[in-house]
């Protein structure tokens, strides 16, 4: 059974940074891109960032520039590293397969002062 569990969310403020880590536990095969995604309060969940397992990488436009994905095929594990943190990337971040059912429970990322 895969199982998906995200971790590294909290409070952070404007500015500032967090790593989000998804560890990947179980076997899947012939699902090649992992994807991030993010739900705020009262919106629908939105794409943030994807890497394919030749490193290849998709950005929604506004993270560009602040957030970096990347992944480690052999453990197998996926990381977003978000910089210059604003209020509005407020939201529970998920990690899973693209093109799949398989999603992680979500860790929250609140940016307030």
């Known amino acids: 059974q895969v199982q998906l569990v995200e971790s590294g969310g909290g409070l952070v403020q404007p500015g500032g940074s967090l790593r989000l880590s998804c560890v990947v536990t179980?076997?899947?095969?012939?699902?090649?891109?992992m994807v991030w995604y993010r739900q705020a309060p009262g919106k629908s969940r939105e794409f943030v960032a994807a890497?394919?397992?030749?490193?290849?990488?998709n950005y929604a436009e506004s993270v560009k520039g602040r957030f970096t994905v990347s992944r480690d095929n052999a453990k197998p594990t996926m990381w977003l590293q978000m910089n210059m943190l604003k209020p509005e990337d407020t939201a529970v971040y998920y990690c899973?397969?693209?093109?799949?059912?398989?999603w992680g429970q979500g860790t929250q990322v609140t940016v307030s002062s």
């Open positions: 179980g076997f899947i095969v012939g699902y090649d891109v």
């Open positions: 899973g397969f693209q093109g799949t059912d398989f």
């Open positions: 890497i394919t397992s030749g490193k290849r990488t």
